[in-house]
């Protein structure tokens, strides 16, 4: 019995240890990051080996909220959420079988996915408008002079 205990501590131990060094830390529950930097988010059925893939994303935050809408119409309102301030109790799920909720926790996600694209695609937009391109577009005709008629 002791033994066990020690394994489980001692897992317990590397992990906090993992989580310290800034190795295996995950921003948010239910994701992870690809190699290649998009953000996905599974989660497992209920009593099952199972898993119900919920998409890829641009950002942990998308990635996150599909978590987020997966867990709780599978565990309702006593699951861990990433964001429990936008979880909407009044939507129920009437079918909730693993392609609903996998229907419902894209749309989620890709709903923030496009928000979140937009915020930062104005930002980046604002930061470029005072200054003058550098690189001129090539399909773009030149204008005539009308310098030299004169």
Same mark, same amino acid.
């Not at 994701?31 to 988010?41: D, Q, S």
């Not at 996150?64 to 959420?81: E, H, I, K, N, Q």
């Not at 470029?128 to 030299?148: A, F, M, Q, W």
């Given at each position: ?46 009593? !099952? /080996? ?11 935050? $998308? @990635? ?5 809408? *997966? ?31 996998? !229907? /419902? ?11 979140? $694209? @937009? ?5 980046? *937009? ?25």
């Amino acid at each position: 019995m002791e033994a066990g205990e020690c394994c489980s501590s001692a897992s317990t131990e590397k992990r906090k240890q993992r989580q310290h060094d800034g190795h295996g830390e995950k921003p948010y529950r239910g994701i992870r990051m690809r190699k290649w930097g998009k953000w996905v988010a599974e989660i497992r059925e209920p009593n !099952k /080996r199972s898993r119900i893939w919920l998409g890829s994303y641009s950002s942990p935050v $998308a @990635a996150a909220r599909a978590y987020d809408t *997966a867990v709780f119409y599978l565990r309702g309102p006593s699951a861990r959420l990433n964001f429990p301030e936008f979880i909407v109790e009044e939507e129920e799920l009437c079918d909730t079988s693993a392609a609903s909720i996998r !229907k /419902r926790a894209t749309e989620v996600g890709a709903r923030v996915d496009a928000l979140e $694209a @937009a915020v930062h695609g104005h930002a980046s *937009a604002d930061s470029n408008s005072g200054r003058v391109s550098l690189k001129p577009d090539l399909n773009e005709y030149p204008d005539p002079e009308d310098s030299d008629d004169d």
